[in-house]
């Protein structure tokens, strides 16, 4: 486990490069931008099948 930690501490130190700070900006925009998107997507697929189940219901009890 201790060689594990001493690798792990190793490879952070001396292999790993971190991003400039425009490339993190344009990345975070990209991010955001995506996550965006996706909750829009996930609220329209949510609010088209609550729609059909209340639907399904008015026209079963109707």
Do not use: C
Not at 10 to 33: C, D, G
């Amino acid at each position: 486990m201790l060689t594990y930690f001493k690798e792990s501490y190793h490879e952070l130190r001396h292999q790993v490069t971190l991003p400039s700070r425009a490339e993190a900006s344009n990345l975070m925009v990209i991010v955001a931008v995506f996550s965006i998107i996706f909750a829009l997507a996930t609220w329209g697929v949510d609010s088209l099948f609550s729609n059909l189940i209340q639907l399904y219901f008015q026209t079963l009890i109707g």
